[in-house]
């Protein structure tokens, strides 16, 4: 009995290491998308940055539970991939935040035109 539970949970940990992949991805997928549409629209209008930091703030805590995750670091060698994710997507929404403070700039440059 104690083989088949056993079995069952790496199993799952594997599903869970599948699904945190996809995730991972997708936001990957999405990132360079939205970076591009802030490039092109220069305007902070629709952006939020509160929800931007808090993303940041997300990735910093997905990386930080790597590294202090014995297991995922055990087997590092195996699983890099997961970590350059988290920090590929970091490192894109840390790209958008730069944009939205460039475009904050702009937006406040316009204004100032406007008024004189």
Do not use: H, Q
């Not at 997708?26 to 220069?42: D, Y």
């Not at 840390?94 to 937006?107: A, E």
């Amino acid at each position: 009995m104690y083989n088949v539970v056993r079995r069952r949970k790496k199993k799952g940990l594997k599903m869970a290491e599948i699904l945190e992949i996809v995730m991972i991805v997708s936001f990957g997928v999405s990132w360079p998308m939205n970076v591009v549409k802030s490039f092109k629209a220069r305007t902070t209008k629709g952006k939020s940055l509160a929800f931007l930091l808090l993303i940041l703030f997300g990735y910093v805590a997905g990386i930080a539970s790597k590294f202090v995750n014995e297991a995922y670091m055990a087997s590092f060698a195996e699983k890099w991939y997961v970590l350059f994710f988290y920090v590929l997507n970091f490192v894109m929404v840390s790209v958008d935040l730069c944009l939205y403070i460039r475009n904050y700039n702009l937006d406040k440059k316009r204004a100032a035109g406007e008024n004189d």
